[in-house]
């Protein structure tokens, strides 16, 4: 059974950073899959953030500039490294694979992780 398990969140004062982790796991090869992070706050829409495929790093503009993506070639995990918090980007975040190239909207990922708890505080 393909997963997607995620690690790495955690409570940081505005200004810090976070690396989130996002490890496939199971018998199927990510090799061709996008892997895209998003996040969701209370009472609000799931919101793409970044991705991963094969053309590339892609970043949402509320992240542009403060969040950077790396990716491992061996196990195709990725992670979203986080810098200069801030209180709006407290959410749930969850990274998702889709085969081929990334999309920005959630209903197109088919894998999804648990989620992954971020508080930032001002």
């Known amino acids: 059974q393909v997963q997607l398990v995620e690690s790495g969140g955690g409570s940081v004062q505005a200004g810090g950073s976070l690396i989130l982790s996002c490890k496939p796991s199971g018998r199927q090869s990510f090799r061709n899959y996008a892997i895209g992070w998003f996040r969701q706050a209370p009472g609000k829409e799931r919101e793409f953030v970044a991705a991963?495929?094969?053309?590339?790093?892609h970043f949402s503009d509320s992240v542009k500039g403060r969040f950077d993506l790396s990716r491992d070639t061996d196990d195709y995990s990725v992670m979203l490294l986080m810098s200069s918090l801030k209180s709006e980007d407290t959410a749930v975040y969850f990274c998702?694979?889709?085969?081929?190239?990334?999309?920005?909207?959630?209903?197109?990922?088919?894998?999804w992780g648990q989620g992954t708890q971020v508080s930032v505080s001002a």
């Open positions: 991963f495929d094969y053309t590339g790093a």
């Open positions: 998702a694979a889709l085969f081929g190239e990334f999309s920005t909207e959630a209903r197109h990922y088919k894998t």
